[in-house]
């Protein structure tokens, strides 16, 4: 018990640290996305933390949400140093591996910045951590697949993302909505053929095993032979 207090000591030493060096680091009074400091390395934290990374993870995470509100300032998220983001979330997942709330923060709050750059950013980062856990985080790159879509008008890049979830993402808990996501997103870029493959092998398969959706697919696919007869 007193190891832990001591523990959780030393990571409010450490998130006080960090927003003394925040309000050190900037002329009085003010503040911008540039002020987000660097993080030590994941070893130097994981050490500071005296077998606490998971609680240490949580306090980063933490201060990282609050930091675009700081006394009498409002920082959007556009104006965000988003490599020092990115850094942060690096670390706070490193820290804590399991813990889905960083890739939550990037693909719904970071990623939604009307900011095509720095939306690619936070894609391509939910993107690589997605494949360090495909069965575990696959929720956040399914929604960088919507963004990539709907919000960047990027379908090439919306069907690469789906095309590594039809691959990856084939635990069971996976739903079967996310191995057809890709389909669909080939179909919108015209690849009928492509489209057809997919799903005629989706359905040749043993993992669509509900009847209602097997005749969906099934009519889905019957109209997709249809646009590809001449």
Known sequence: MARRVSSLNVILIVVLALQFLVHWRTAPPRASGADLPALPSVSVLRAASLDEPIALSKALMLYLQAFDN????????????????EQWLTVIIALDPPSQYPLLSASRLYAEVP???????????????????????????????LIAKHRLKDLPLAASYAADL?????????????????????????????????????????????????????????????????
């Open 70 to 85: 700081q006394p009498g300032l409002s920082i959007p998220f556009r104006d965000l140093n988003y490599s020092r983001v």
């Open 166 to 230: 039809r691959e990856y993402a084939r635990g069971e808990q996976v739903p079967h909505w996310v191995q057809q996501m890709e389909i669909f997103i080939r179909e919108d870029m015209n690849e009928v053929e492509s489209a057809k493959i997919l799903l005629g092998g989706l359905l040749q398969s043993s993992r669509v095993t509900d009847p209602k959706e097997w005749h969906f697919l099934s009519d889905k696919l019957k109209q997709l032979e249809g646009k590809s007869k001449p």
């Open 115 to 145: 900011v095509p750059a720095k939306q690619r950013q936070m894609l391509d980062f939910v993107h690589r951590a997605f494949l360090q856990d495909p069965n575990r985080r696959w929720p956040w790159l399914a929604h960088a697949v």
